[in-house]
């Protein structure tokens, strides 16, 4: 079965730049979901979008910009980085029909900022 | 704001014993709570969800229960693996009145390793 997928897994950039990072969701699959995880931390939510449009915000930096795009893949753009982004960052899809309430995660982008 | 907690970062148990973790949340009545499973460097995996109507779920060797009057969810594994040794973490979603449903809210997690 079709998975999440994530691109880049790896990202090593220095302070002060910036970073992309892709998602695909699982076709058919509406709602994507992005979080930072940090080392021994829980996921932590960033934003998430629903048929392309931007449906809730928690503790995303200003620095950082996303978007859904009409094939329902979605970016996260980070600006400035700081020493203190580097994290796992997962992107998570699910549809968004009654009943149907679990996420599905994708394998993650390491960022590691220097 | 909402509070989930998880009894214990770490439980070591025997291979073939049951492992319960414990979910605890405050300032929220959640309509569900979510079950995932994190191993080194991956992410989530769904296990299973519990409805506010539903005491109990099961899915092969695991069960969850749901309290909503104490507030807590017990997550079991019977017959315990090796292969079972993971981070299992405890979610809240939260419902909006329309529109796309909300994010995840994880507690610690509890890192269950099982030995031979």
């Known amino acids: 079965a079709a998975g999440v997928i994530q691109s880049p897994r790896h990202l090593i950039k220095e302070k002060r730049e910036t970073a992309t990072l892709k998602c695909y969701p699982i076709p058919r699959h509406d709602t994507v979901y992005w979080y930072q995880q940090g080392p021994g931390q829980d996921p932590q939510f960033l934003i998430s979008f629903y048929e392309k449009m931007q449906s809730d915000k928690g503790s995303i930096p200003d620095r950082f910009s996303a978007q859904q795009f009409s094939d329902y893949h979605s970016e996260l753009n980070m600006s400035s980085l700081e020493l203190g982004d580097s994290a796992l960052y997962f992107c998570?899809?699910?549809?968004?029909?009654?009943?149907?309430?679990?996420?599905?995660f994708g394998p993650g982008t390491r960022l590691t900022v220097t | 704001s909402q509070k989930i907690e998880q009894n214990s970062e770490a439980l070591n148990i025997q291979e073939g014993k049951t492992a319960t973790l414990t979910c605890n949340y405050t300032?929220?009545?959640?309509?569900?709570l979510q079950w995932y499973r994190q191993d080194p460097g991956r992410g989530p995996v769904f296990l299973l969800l519990?409805?506010?109507?539903?005491k109990e779920k099961r899915k092969e060797r695991l069960k969850v229960t749901f309290d909503t009057t104490l507030k807590q969810s017990l997550f079991h594994i019977t017959a315990s693996q090796p292969a079972d040794s993971a981070t299992y973490l405890c979610a809240l979603d939260r419902r909006y009145g329309g529109g796309s449903q909300g994010n995840l809210i994880f507690g610690k997690g509890t890192k269950l390793s099982v030995k031979p």
């Open positions: 998570a899809s699910r549809i968004a029909e009654f009943g149907f309430h679990e996420q599905y």
């Open positions: 519990i409805r506010e109507n539903e």
């Open positions: 300032n929220y009545s959640p309509a569900y």
